[in-house]
């Protein structure tokens, strides 16, 4: 079992930029791909990013390449989601999520989920 907690959202003026964080707790958080996905109202939830096991590798969103990156830092059992010149329309409920069996940029192949934090951007 995967205990995930989500924070750093907020409300941020167009251009601005939101670091957000998620911790994670129990079972051992490098044997597990995290995902970055969000949702906003009336829409279906999309991927944003992923990263593997060790931070070896990458994977966004085609459309969020070069404005958000992730990271994770293994020691400290949390996963990162720096998000740049940020716009309206990342505007959304952001949510973690762990994976045991590998990346995936789709929701259903995710294990653990945190319950999100806001992200609201104003033009």
């Known amino acids: 079992q995967v205990q995930l907690v989500e924070s750093g959202g907020g409300l941020v003026q167009a251009g601005g930029s939101l670091r957000l964080s998620c911790a994670a707790s129990g079972r051992t958080f490098s044997s597990y791909v995290m995902g970055w996905f969000r949702q906003a109202p009336g829409k279906e939830r999309e991927f944003v990013a992923a990263?593997?096991?060790?931070?070896?590798?990458?994977y966004y969103a085609d459309s969020l390449k070069g404005r958000f990156t992730i990271s994770r830092d293994n020691a400290k059992n949390t996963v990162y989601l720096q998000m740049n010149s940020l716009k309206p329309e990342d505007t959304a409920v952001y949510y973690c999520?762990?994976?045991?069996?590998?990346?995936?940029?789709?929701?259903?192949?995710?294990?653990?989920w945190g319950q999100g934090t806001q992200v609201t951007v104003s033009s």
């Open positions: 990263i593997t096991w060790s931070g070896g590798s990458t």
């Open positions: 999520a762990a994976s045991y069996s590998g990346v995936y940029r789709n929701y259903d192949y995710y294990d653990y």
